[in-house]
T-cell receptor, first 115, second 112 residues
Framework: GAVVSQHPSWVICKSGTSVKIECRSL??????MFWYRQFPKQSLMLMATSNEGSKATYEQGVEKDKFLINHASLTLSTLTVTSAHPEDSSFYICSAIRQNTGELFFGEGSRLTVL | QQQVKQSPQSLIVQKGGISIINCAYENTAFDYFPWYQQFPGKGPALLIAIRPDVSEKKEGRFTISFNKSAKQFSLHIMDSQPGDSATYFC???????????FGKGTRLSVIA
């Protein structure tokens, strides 16, 4: 079946550094991917919609200069948390829409801890 | 403004019992209503989904009931098992390439 892979699955970094998280659709092409953030014991909150070959669309309140999203190919979207701070510590989850079928698949998530 | 309201926040059910989780939505443009199961440290996994043209869908022990006029839908887990203990999220979308909007989640504990 279709799989969406996220890497890394967990990362610890120092405050002020940047961290890149990859989201790959392993056996299908995805023109649209979504990035969500989930704090402990809370729901998934949409951060941005990533469209291949164009700029991402950010939700209200999400800083586009802090959370850089690149969707350079039909199988890869990346989220870069720039100048990370402890309050950015969260579980980041991507999802991808399979081209032609419209099916939606979620990745396993990436846990970011900023010290 | 919360677009999808989910209740209860937590639920404890005896093994073998029926777990019922409810969701309500406001946006009549929503036309896709999935339920997701999430275990700690994992991404959400699709359980079952329904579209507004049917009132009920059953897959194994999981059933979605959909009431279009009331703008409500619910998940029923029959013969609940300890392995069903997880957080469940309802969601909704307008279809196409639009994102899912999630409810706040229900933490289910199935006790023996």
């Amino acid at each position: 079946g279709a799989v969406v892979s996220q890497h890394p699955s967990w990362v610890i970094c120092k405050s002020g550094t940047s961290v890149k998280i990859e989201c790959r659709s392993l056996d299908f092409q995805a023109t649209t991917m979504f990035w969500y953030r989930q704090f402990p014991k809370q729901s998934l909150m949409l951060m941005a919609t990533s469209n291949e070959g164009s700029k991402a669309t950010y939700e209200q309140g999400v800083e586009k200069d802090k959370f850089l999203i690149n969707h350079a190919s039909l199988t890869l979207s990346t989220l870069t948390v720039t100048s990370a701070h402890p309050e950015d510590s969260s579980f980041y989850i991507c999802s991808a829409i399979r081209q032609n079928t419209g099916e939606l698949f979620f990745g396993e998530g990436s846990r970011l801890t900023v010290l | 403004q919360q677009q999808v309201k989910q209740s209860p926040q937590s639920l404890i059910v005896q093994k073998g019992g029926i777990s019922i989780i409810n969701c309500a939505y406001e946006n009549t443009a929503f036309d896709y209503f999935p339920w997701y199961q999430q275990f700690p440290g994992k991404g959400p996994a699709l359980l079952i989904a329904i579209r507004p043209d049917v009132s009920e869908k059953k897959e194994g022990r999981f059933t979605i009931s959909f009431n279009k006029s009331a703008k409500q839908f619910s998940l029923h887990i029959m013969d609940s098992q300890p392995g069903d203990s997880a957080t469940y999220f309802c969601a909704a979308s307008k279809g196409g390439n639009t994102p899912l909007v999630f409810g706040k989640g229900t933490r289910l504990s199935v006790i023996a």
